[in-house]
């Protein structure tokens, strides 16, 4: 199974501020890297597929970058609405897995 | 719209079989990738399987010997049965649709239902 990792676990960030979350890979993916958003009792929402395409209706300060084993989601400027859980998928091959997610939370 | 709906018990008893079902509007269950996830209180989450294209399925591993996810396509529903639970099973279980592009397969998951906890205790 490809395992991944992420860093920090969590974070403290004030609105309009710029924050980067890294996603490692325990082998190569390629660009098979997509990133999910998910808030306290919701379901996770995509944001980010095949490493840095934007699902639609995401908002275009979120991006992403990478390939091969190292990722990276930005928000270019926090908003309230982007107090959350950040969780990466790797979709290389199966079983599919997730990572164990970094909290982003108000300073 | 794609909307995703999960049903079931919330509470399974040890060495029982948990099953849910997921039903499934504003398109047909007949195309794309059906997936259960679910995700232990406090934790990340956990790929179960999905099935796709008239029957075929793709497990996780880990849970294999255990589950099996079918669909009924004349209710537009796709259903999940994991056998002989324990407390380590008590999660919230989401249902959600796999999407692929020209250049990405395995699939990810683009629309998910609300997510249902299931407790696994006696």
């Known amino acids: 199974d490809i395992q991944m990792t992420q860093s920090p676990s969590s974070l403290s960030a004030s609105v309009g501020d710029r924050v980067t979350i890294t996603c490692r890979a325990s082998q190569s993916i390629s660009r098979h890297l997509n990133w999910y958003q998910q808030k306290p009792g919701k379901a996770p929402n995509l944001l980010i597929y095949?490493?840095?395409s934007l699902q639609t209706g995401v908002p275009s300060r979120f991006s992403g970058s990478g390939s091969g084993t190292d990722f990276t989601l930005t928000i270019s400027s926090l908003q309230p609405e982007d107090f959350a859980t950040y969780s990466c998928q790797q979709t290389y091959s199966t079983p599919l897995t997730f990572g164990p997610g970094t909290k982003v939370e108000i300073k | 719209q794609v909307q995703l709906q999960e049903s079931g018990p919330g509470l399974v008893k040890p060495s029982e079989t948990l099953s849910l079902t997921c039903t499934v509007s504003?398109?047909?269950?007949?195309?794309?990738?059906w997936s259960w996830i679910r995700q232990p209180p406090g934790k990340g989450l956990e790929w179960i399987g999905y099935i796709y294209y008239s029957g075929h399925t793709n497990y996780n591993p880990s849970l294999k010997s255990r589950v099996t996810i079918s669909e009924d396509t004349s209710k537009n529903q796709f259903s999940l049965r994991l056998r002989s639970v324990t407390a380590a099973d008590t999660a919230v279980y989401y249902c959600?649709?796999?999407?692929?592009?020209?250049?990405?397969?395995?699939?990810?998951?683009?629309?998910w239902g609300q997510g249902t906890l299931v407790t696994v205790s006696s």
């Open positions: 504003g398109v047909s269950t007949s195309n794309s990738y």
């Open positions: 959600a649709r796999g999407w692929t592009t020209v250049t990405t397969y395995p699939p990810f998951f683009d629309s």
């Open positions: 095949d490493a840095s």
